[in-house]
């Protein structure tokens, strides 16, 4: 099977070694904590500016862009979040996530286990599951609800349909990359298939597991606005249109800058937890 979706295809390393030279030299890809934060702080601060740029101070005065600046948005904000509409959208689409995600992972798991385990097995399903993960979620919009009806169910067959190509082939290639020596150990103790399953096949393809969790969390936080566009009556993407017919610009940007920071944080959050799964499994 074709690992287009993998760690090392898509740019994410799984080794605990800097990679990169720099004129013969190495280049680390982490820097120092304190100096990597103030990078990171410095480029959100750069795309700050560049957005207040384009929208107050190169606008024009009566430009219909200024409705959409930071200066509108960043206050409106706040203001949204100490009310009752904005936490109960951003609750709802959050819950949603984590549905998607985690009947992606019930899925995707056992599929790349067996995958990854059986060579017979990979070539009979490599043609159908890189034909299925190439349809666009989104096409299946109008299946979903024909088949679901309208609510959260199609919402959650989308999102999980989205979330399940990157953790099953992630989890079928950290198998095939297993260390023969752990599995011949497991082997030589008379370990059960159980045993060598849970000790030693999970913990040693849980980087990789974790790796496709990161990128499905960016894949699903991008389908479920137009997902939530359709049928419901609640969701960052309902919110969305609401605000656009109620002609509450500054709203809608505010939510659109919502969006933004909770995908962020979300990706944050699945990046500590690999750190986290990779030192464990290195102790």
Request: proline content about 6%; hydrophobic content about 55%.
């Amino acid at each position: 099977m074709s690992a287009s979706w993998s760690s090392d295809s898509l740019g994410v390393s799984t080794s605990s070694q800097p990679v990169g030279a720099w004129r013969g030299g190495k280049l680390p890809l982490t820097l120092p904590g304190l100096m990597g934060g103030l990078l990171g702080i410095g480029g959100l601060i750069t795309l700050l500016l560049l957005w207040w740029l384009g929208t107050d101070v190169l606008a024009s005065s009566e430009g219909f862009i200024r409705q959409f600046s930071p200066t509108t948005a960043i206050p409106k904000l706040a203001a949204m979040l100490a009310g009752p509409d904005l936490p109960v959208h951003i609750m709802v689409s959050l819950r949603r996530v984590l549905v998607g995600l985690g009947f992606a992972l019930l899925i995707g798991v056992p599929l790349g286990l067996a995958v990854g385990s059986y060579a017979r097995l990979n070539i009979a399903t490599s043609p159908a599951f890189q034909f299925l993960r190439m349809i666009s979620p989104l096409s299946w919009m109008p299946i979903a609800v024909m088949v679901f009806g309208v609510g959260d169910n199609p919402i959650y067959f989308m999102l999980a349909f989205a979330a399940v190509w990157p953790i099953l082939l992630n989890t079928a290639e950290g198998v095939r990359r297993l260390q023969p020596s752990w599995l011949s150990l497991a082997d030589s103790l008379a370990a059960t298939r159980w045993e060598t399953l849970w000790h030693v096949i999970l913990p040693g393809v849980l980087g990789h597991v974790l790796t496709g969790l990161r990128l499905a969390i960016g894949i699903v936080w991008i389908v479920l606005v137009p997902c939530e566009m359709l049928g419901v009556s609640a969701g960052l993407g309902y919110f969305i249109l609401d605000t656009r017919d109620r002609l509450a610009y500054s709203e809608l940007m505010a939510t659109v800058l919502m969006i933004g920071i909770l995908g962020f944080m979300l990706d944050a959050g699945a990046r500590a937890l690999y750190q986290a799964a990779t030192r464990s499994h290195a102790a």
